[in-house]
């Protein structure tokens, strides 16, 4: 009796047609049922049971109606109804996009969903973070397509920024690499018809979405319509946009604010010590004028040291006050960085006496590095000059240069104190020192400038340390620009 109904509706028709026999009450059901050309259609069936005469129940008398035009316009109410409130609650403009991409792909039979978002300066398409898949087999498609851009006219993505049309494909892993750019992986995939819907807000593309499906199919308008339907959801997504952009800035006020006050005292403060000690210094040297050579030049000694430390102060308050304006510049030019870790290396090792021993390793013989000299040199004389600081027992500090896919590994490692798990994750904000300093100077300022100068390379910087054993700092600066620089630069 169930011949013909969509698999998932026979079982729902059974139940509800037994459930009334047994009964003997009316009852309606809804199910998809095959026409003759393989179309399911959306059927209201009733049945109004019958009785003989003498009362006894003999079955029903049944009327079908096919109601999937009305079936069709609830599943496009309930997809942007849903849509509209999960975007509405998200967190943020990328979260909002990757609920629209589940919502579609739930709601039909796309199996795969990615956005694709303008960058600042509107040059490129890049990759949002959002993205859904109904498979597992999808994760090294997707992992290849975060390492895509899209320029204006290029590719599925970049075509529809350009002329703001959906665009439907038959199958894109059989297509010429001119027009799907990502066939070779789509093939990979098993991904074949794909669909790409721009949407809009005030008239612009903030997003493209594009969506895959495992089988070759055929442009279907309709689902074309129900998903541009939810182009009405652009100005909603671009209100989280917006709003993401207001919360940021609140916060980053704040913490300005925050970070202004906490600057003075503290900067004040730092101040404040040496400029005592030279006060009581020139005090003594006026008040003892009598005095032997050798204390008067303890004296100018420790005047000297005061102002040496006030003036280091001063350039590493000045240096954030340049990070933080956005006025610290990144000024990259091919450098050899074999030469320069040495080269501070045998600075450092000047100043540091035979207590510590500093060397340099360089077994990958990286060398050539597209990189601003004078960021790294604040960024290791920082991270050498602590690991040297904090082994007061002497010992080995160890800078190490590797490298991989792309990026420079520094290595510095010292066998000293150590930092505390719970100081680790602070490290990098201004002011923070670790509970293990004990009488080391210092005012916990230069690792904030390291981070800001690894920043401004597009690095990362990670720490490893362990209390009484040692620490290591792991900076990974990206090696360079375009091959073709590096052909300018061969005389380097
Ligand atoms: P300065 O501003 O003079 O550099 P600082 O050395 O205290 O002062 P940071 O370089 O920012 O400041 O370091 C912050 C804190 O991190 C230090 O106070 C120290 O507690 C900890 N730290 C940094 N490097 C090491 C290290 N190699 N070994 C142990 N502790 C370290
Ligand atoms: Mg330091």
Redesign the pocket.
């Known amino acids: 009796m169930t011949q013909g109904l969509y698999p998932e509706d026979a079982q729902h028709w059974l139940n509800a047609y037994t459930a009334a026999f047994d009964a003997q009450q009316p009852y309606t059901v809804e199910y998809r049922l095959r026409r003759a050309d393989g179309q399911y259609r959306w059927m209201l069936e009733t049945g109004a049971p019958r009785f003989l005469p003498d009362g006894q129940f003999a079955g029903y008398i049944g009327s079908c109606l096919d109601i999937t035009e009305r079936k069709l316009a609830e599943e496009d109410n309930y997809l942007l109804q849903t849509m509209t409130q999960a975007i509405f609650e998200s967190q943020d403009f990328h979260s909002a996009l990757a609920i629209a991409l589940q919502k579609v792909c739930e709601a039909t039979r796309w199996d795969f969903g990615e956005a694709w978002v303008p960058r600042a300066d509107r040059t490129v398409l890049e990759s949002s973070r959002a993205w859904y898949s109904k498979s597992e087999r999808l994760i090294q498609f997707r992992q290849q397509s975060e390492t895509f851009t899209f320029l204006p006219g290029v590719g599925i993505p970049g075509r529809i920024w350009v002329s703001k049309r959906p665009e439907w494909h038959r199958d894109v892993s059989s297509e010429a690499d001119t027009s799907y750019l990502r066939s070779q992986m789509a093939l990979v995939a098993g991904l074949k018809a794909a669909l790409g819907i721009p949407i809009l807000a005030n008239d612009e593309v903030i997003t493209v979405l594009v969506f895959y499906m495992f089988e070759a199919r055929g442009e279907d308008q309709r689902l074309i319509d129900l998903i541009s339907a939810s182009t009405e959801l652009g100005l909603f997504i671009q209100r989280k946009q917006t709003e993401e952009e207001i919360r940021k800035s609140l916060v980053k006020e704040r913490e300005l604010n925050e970070l202004k006050s906490n600057f003075i005292s503290i900067v004040s403060h730092e101040f404040r010590t040496p400029l005592t000690s030279i006060v009581v210094a020139t005090e003594l040297l006026e008040k003892h004028q009598q005095q032997d050579e050798t204390r008067k030049r303890g004296y100018f000694q420790r005047i000297r040291a005061a102002a040496n430390r006030m003036n280091?102060l001063l350039e590493?308050v000045l240096l954030i006050g340049q990070g933080e304006g956005g006025n610290l510049e990144f000024n990259p030019a091919w450098m050899n960085l074999e030469l320069f870790c040495q080269g501070l290396i045998d600075e450092l090792q000047l100043n540091a006496g035979d207590r510590h021993r500093l060397t340099f390793a360089n077994p990958g013989d990286c060398k050539q590095a597209y990189m601003d000299a004078n960021l790294l040199h604040h960024i290791f004389n920082?991270?050498l000059?602590?690991?040297i600081?904090?082994?007061p027992k002497g010992g080995v500090v160890r800078l190490e240069l590797h490298q991989h896919d792309g990026l420079a590994w520094f290595q510095?490692q010292?066998s000293?104190?150590?930092?505390p798990a719970a100081?680790q994750q602070h490290?990098f904000e201004f002011f923070?020192?670790?509970t293990?300093?004990s009488t080391?100077?210092?005012?916990?300022?230069?690792?904030?400038i390291?981070k800001q100068c690894v920043d401004l390379h597009g690095g990362q910087i990670s720490v490893k340390?362990t209390v009484g054993i040692?620490?290591t700092?792991v900076v990974r600066l990206p090696i360079g620009s375009p091959p073709e620089q590096m052909y300018e630069s061969d005389y380097l």
């Open positions: 280091r590493d920082n991270l000059s602590n690991a600081k904090y082994s510095v010292d000293g104190i150590g930092i100081d490290l923070h020192r670790a293990n300093v080391i100077p210092g005012t916990g300022l230069g690792l904030a390291v340390s040692g620490t700092f």
